[in-house]
């Protein structure tokens, strides 16, 4: 699934869709994440499925030493591209597997976000992303993740959703449609994609993101069997509240022992 995602059509609009998250204000949780949590200072952070660089860009112009980690190629040559033009010093990009990942360097500090660990669908898949993030951690090393959160997933349930991002040459239209395997804890969501110029279709693309939402027993679970201490599970991006049946995203913190 993994290989057929984020391939380079929905790449190229990939920063323009999701110009209106505030990565800045999340950079600035994770922060805060690392001065309540940490055993001391963090300096090196290793952020596994980078996408397009821009948690790794915010941290590493905050001082930070940030290693990115992404599958998809297209995804990390945005990254690389917009990190020669930010002439970012801090941060180096490079294409893995973080379900089978070794660096041979370890961290303080690890980060999976934007629903990363839901990409990885089977039990084997979720553990060996946890277990190459333990092995990437130094002891006492934080790890810290969100993804969707299942109580609140089958209570309110997927919906069509449309949303229309403004570009230079026009605008992209984005159509979203779910559907639920609650058997596997997984949501199938296809994006089609129209790229507009001059009100004209100039490019257009479908991808099916198959994605697991999670529940806190099974968290606790993996995390343990992966070699972290679970610290806390809270609502995201408003990780001080713990999260119910109207939270569909969540945050973890835990820390390798």
């Known amino acids: 699934m993994v290989d ?9 609009s990939y920063d323009i ?8 204000a999340e950079c600035d949780l994770i922060e ?11 300096s090196s952070v290793v952020d596994l499925g980078c996408g397009t660089g821009n948690h790794a860009l915010v941290l590493s112009a905050r001082g930070y030493a940030v290693t990115g980690v992404e599958r998809s190629a297209s ?3 945005s990254a690389r591209k917009k990190a020669t033009a930010n002439d970012s010093g801090h941060v180096r990009f490079e294409q893995g597997d973080i379900r089978a990942l070794d660096l041979r360097q370890r961290f303080d500090a690890a980060l999976m976000m934007f629903a990363v660990l839901g990409y990885q669908l089977d039990n ?18 934080l790890f810290m993740f969100d993804v969707w959160y299942g109580p609140a997933v089958l209570n309110q349930r997927p919906s069509e959703r449309v949303k229309v991002m403004k570009t230079p040459e026009g605008q992209i239209i984005r159509i979203a449609r779910s559907e639920l395997d609650v058997g596997r804890h997984a949501c199938s969501v296809t994006y089609r994609i129209w790229r507009m110029a001059d009100r004209r279709v100039v490019a257009e693309g479908e991808e099916t993101h198959r994605m697991r939402y999670f529940f806190p027993m099974e968290l606790e679970l993996c995390l343990e069997s992966s070699g972290f201490k679970p610290l806390r599970l809270g609502a995201f991006p408003d990780f001080e509240r713990n999260p119910d049946e109207t939270t569909w995203n969540c945050a973890a913190v835990a820390q390798a022992v």
Request: no cysteine; aromatic share 12%; glycine share 10%.
């Open 75 to 77: 995804m990390l040559a």
């Open 17 to 24: 869709l999701y110009a209106d998250k505030d990565y800045v």
């Open 4 to 12: 057929q995602v984020f391939r380079a059509d929905y790449a190229d």
């Open 124 to 141: 084997r898949d979720v553990l060996g992303a946890l277990q190459a993030a333990r092995l990437h951690l130094r002891p006492g090393g």
């Open 32 to 42: 805060r994440v690392f001065r309540t949590y940490g055993d001391g200072p963090i």
